[in-house]
């Protein structure tokens, strides 16, 4: 297979894929509960491990055959080759012209990946090590405010990648964190978000990082603006800025004009997406909370699912089978969304990290060659910690009308043992796979007594899918693992699909048009939108 046949082969005109809607015609009918009568050895043999990450995917709907079809169609599609010119910085980001190289911020010091003649792997130490002596400095309290006082209060300021990476790895890694620093988040241009934030901290003791990449959003410049105003109101004169402000960002120009000194902003380049920047200085306030020695350690957790990913052959390698199940249920079985249910409270964010990484990634409808496509691309993505899930949602799961393909990820051990909460909680992981797999049949409610009028109603048909993920602890190098795990698992996705999982022009027109509306909203000029838009205005102005 060449790589012209690779990209211009449209998908549903390939060999694998008519085999796969010939197969699933067979498939769709079969149980699970009969796939594994018939195979005793399946949930030992359908399972995969790498970086520390144990996944069982025997409890999808699929057999053998399905897996020889789902990687046939990899390699049709050249899944292997586009991850390796990924790796290698190609400009894989065609609507951007960009190279696609967050693995790249993972590197160890001494490899390389040069782009443009420029060695990017030592720019990212350079970098790195910069954040490290910086963090150093804050965890120390050498770093001294304004007034002479330590740093006690981190607030970062950002917003989509510039924000949910951050919070989530806090929230995650919390067991890990300085407790005697207080973590905040500014991400919404509701000013509620910003108010409640900084509620009760003291401004000499106050760090902000604005945290933005074009350092030119609305929602971040316009909370960096009202930080700025904030901290001066009580700190006085502009020179206090340089001791309570950084930024992350590309844009040194802007950085210098909103008062930030240069030595105090930390770079990255075009080449990492939003989504894919919590392990680059974004993550400085995750470096401030769990220190420069467990922010490596993140960083080699990304780095040993890289190395999976990028050296496993495709038949055991963990994003790859993940992302190509995602195709199947999407694309075959018209499963519309997928559950990601983690059984950690600290992964309380991971849900709604995902959703960027995996909605902005791939909620496109044309192909890298702009083509419109004839299939489903990215589903929905949603989910909450377990166990509460399971006594909210989980019924349309177990017994509604839609396939909810669900990701189970556990831990075998915790970082807060208290009696047997654990083991409890564990148990429900099992349980649930278990339940949603293989259901309970009309003989066993029959068999329990159960009325004849109520039989139905707590019938479980089962043949629910599950991919239950498991490592032991969730630590730092972990949770890079499990971020890793999902980005390379959307690469896969979007390689099938065969469309730019690296853009997200569709955030651009809302954008657009509300810079349009500020103006219409704080004077009474001459409205020219649709008759709606029109209404919803004048209603504004007369309620505000
Ligand atoms: C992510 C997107 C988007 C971006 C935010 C913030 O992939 O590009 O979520 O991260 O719009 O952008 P800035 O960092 O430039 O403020």
Redesign the pocket.
Same mark, same amino acid.
């Given at each position: 297979m060449s790589t012209t046949d690779a990209t211009t082969t449209p998908l549903r005109a390939r060999a694998a894929w008519a085999s796969l809607e010939r197969h699933h015609g067979a498939i769709r009918e079969r149980h699970l509960r009969e796939l594994f009568a018939g195979d005793p050895m399946r949930g030992e043999r359908l399972v995969a491990e790498g970086a520390g990450l144990y996944l069982d995917y025997s409890k999808n709907r699929i057999t053998d055959e399905t897996i020889g079809l789902l990687l046939r169609l990899a390699e049709e599609c050249g899944l292997a080759e586009r991850r390796d010119a990924m790796f290698r910085g190609e400009r894989i980001n065609v609507s951007e012209n960009r190279s696609v190289l967050h693995v790249a911020l993972r590197m160890p010091k001494g490899e390389s990946v040069v782009v443009d003649g420029v060695d990017v792997v030592k720019e990212v130490h350079e970098v790195l090590d910069r954040m490290s002596a910086f963090a150093d400095r804050v965890r120390s309290g050498e770093w001294k405010g304004h007034t002479g006082k330590a740093i006690k209060n981190v607030v970062n300021i /950002?917003? /989509?990648?510039?924000d949910l990476g951050p919070v989530m790895a806090y929230e995650a890694l919390r067991h890990f964190s300085r407790r005697d620093l207080t973590f905040r988040f500014v991400s919404n241009v509701d000013s509620t978000d910003f108010v409640e934030a900084t509620r009760g901290l003291a401004p000499e003791e106050t760090l902000f990082i604005v945290?933005?990449?074009?350092f030119t959003?609305l929602e971040?410049m316009t909370n960096a603006q009202s930080a700025r105003e904030w901290s001066l109101g009580t700190l006085g004169d502009d020179s206090a800025i340089a001791k309570h402000f950084v930024a992350v960002s590309t844009n040194a120009e802007e950085v210098t004009k909103f008062g930030i000194d240069p030595d105090n902003m930390f770079g990255f380049w075009d080449w990492v /997406? /939003?989504?894919y920047s919590m392990d680059s200085a974004i993550g400085l306030s995750t470096m401030l909370a769990i220190g420069p020695d467990g922010f490596r350690d993140l960083l080699a957790g990304f780095h040993a699912l890289d190395e999976h990913f990028r050296t496993t052959p495709l038949e055991r390698n963990l994003p790859v089978l993940m992302g190509l199940l995602a195709v199947w249920y999407g694309d075959f079985f018209d499963a519309q969304t997928v559950g990601v249910m983690p059984y950690s409270q600290y992964l309380q964010r991971f849900p709604a990290y995902l959703q960027?990484l995996t909605m902005?990634s791939n909620g496109k409808h044309v192909t890298l060659d702009g083509r419109r496509v004839d299939y489903q691309t990215g589903a929905v993505f949603w989910g909450e910690p377990g166990t509460n899930g399971q006594h909210s949602f989980y019924q349309l799961i177990h017994q509604g009308t839609k396939l909810v393909p669900v990701d189970l990820i556990g831990f075998g051990k915790t970082l807060n043992p208290v009696r047997d909460h654990h083991d409890i909680l564990m148990s429900n992981v099992f349980a649930q796979a278990e339940a949603l797999a293989f259901g309970k049949t009309e003989d066993e409610v029959r068999a329990e007594g159960t009325p004849d009028a109520i039989v139905p109603h707590r019938v479980f048909e089962g043949n629910r899918p599950t991919n239950v993920i498991l490592a032991e602890q969730l630590t730092p190098y972990a949770l890079g693992t499990l971020v890793a795990l999902y980005e390379h698992s959307v690469f896969t996705q979007g390689t099938i699909w065969g469309i730019d999982s690296f853009d997200?022009w569709g955030v651009e027109l809302g954008k657009v048009l509300a810079k349009r509306i500020i103006p219409e909203l704080e004077s009474e000029t001459e409205l020219a939108h649709d008759s709606s838009t029109n209404a919803l205005i004048r209603r504004y102005r007369a309620l505000r």
């Open positions: /950002g917003i /989509g990648g510039s945290s933005s990449k074009t959003t971040t /997406g /939003g989504r960027q902005e997200q």
